[in-house]
């Protein structure tokens, strides 16, 4: 570990020297705002206008989402919301760091790895069982209390990994693109499958999946047979280096990536950042 600090504890971080005023939206995203008359609470707020739009967003997905869609489900006019919402794209804001008030369960006594694979596994879930935050504009994603608490988790699972800040935090940058990209992959390709469904069958494209086959959308998926046409279709003249491989494949093997693919992924990202802490010097081999 580095022993070369010798700055003293402080209770805010050091300045940057790059202050300047935030958004007005940031700030009340963080409650940064003038305190509130006093008087009797109001019956609507801004948290009631986020849950009912979550709700909406998990019901219909997040084109569903509309100032008066939402007045409409919390039974005001929408000229009521704006007094608590400045417009929708506010909303947005709101939605995407409420959806993350609930921190991930990371068993006691995890090391950095098996916390940051808990950690960005539970991300994934959260946007497979939401997808529609993959359709958050990335303007709708600044950083806000409940997100920087899922931060501060991950600096907490890295506490004994001997890097800087900035360096962590990239690290923390990482595993989030990660999440993103393996999340779109999954929610995608299942949109596609549900779609195919009700394509084939003839329903109407706003048809509940509740009311599909199951097991005919796990046929639908375009990329369930992916490996099946490798093998069938990739030529030796065409395409000699996969058809090299797929000639000598017999099959998944025992310790490979098997269905969970999800798994799959994190532990080869985290195989990588194992060997660049390694080479850093950030961990010893008790550590990992």
Do not use: C
Not at 149 to 178: I, N, S, T, Y
Not at 228 to 234: P, S
């Amino acid at each position: 570990m580095r022993t070369d600090d010798t700055s003293g504890p402080a209770e805010q971080p050091p300045s940057t020297g790059q202050e300047h005023e935030l958004p007005a939206v940031v700030q009340r995203l963080w409650g940064d705002t003038a305190p509130r008359r006093r008087g009797p609470k109001p019956a609507l707020s801004a948290a009631r206008i986020v849950q009912a739009a979550m709700e909406l967003a998990d019901a219909e997905g997040l084109a569903a989402v509309s100032m008066a869609r939402v007045a409409e489900a919390v039974g005001y006019t929408p000229m009521a919301l704006y007094r608590h919402v400045s417009g929708k794209d506010e909303l947005l804001i709101l939605m995407s760091d409420a959806v993350a008030a609930d921190l991930p369960e990371i068993p006691a006594g995890s090391d950095w790895r098996a916390g940051l694979e808990a950690w960005t596994r539970a991300q994934i879930d959260m946007a497979l069982t939401r997808p529609w935050m993959l359709d958050l504009p990335l303007s709708a994603t600044p950083p806000g209390p409940n997100r920087v608490r899922w931060m501060d988790q991950a600096f907490g699972v890295m506490r004994e990994v001997d890097l800087p800040a900035d360096e962590k935090l990239a690290v923390v940058g990482l595993l989030a693109q990660h999440v993103l990209g393996e999340a779109r992959v999954h929610v995608e390709t299942h949109r596609a499958a549900v779609q195919k469904v009700r394509r084939d069958a003839g329903l109407p494209d706003d048809t509940p999946e509740a009311e599909l086959d199951p097991a005919a959308i796990h046929a639908a998926d375009p990329y369930a047979d992916f490996e099946v046409v490798l093998g069938r279709y990739a030529g030796p003249d065409t395409y000699p280096h996969i058809f090299a491989s797929f000639a000598s494949w017999s099959g998944p093997a025992v310790d490979g990536p098997g269905d969970d693919d999800i798994a799959f992924g994190i532990s080869v990202v985290l195989d990588g950042l194992e060997a660049y802490l390694r080479r850093r010097g950030a961990i010893t081999p008790e550590s990992s």
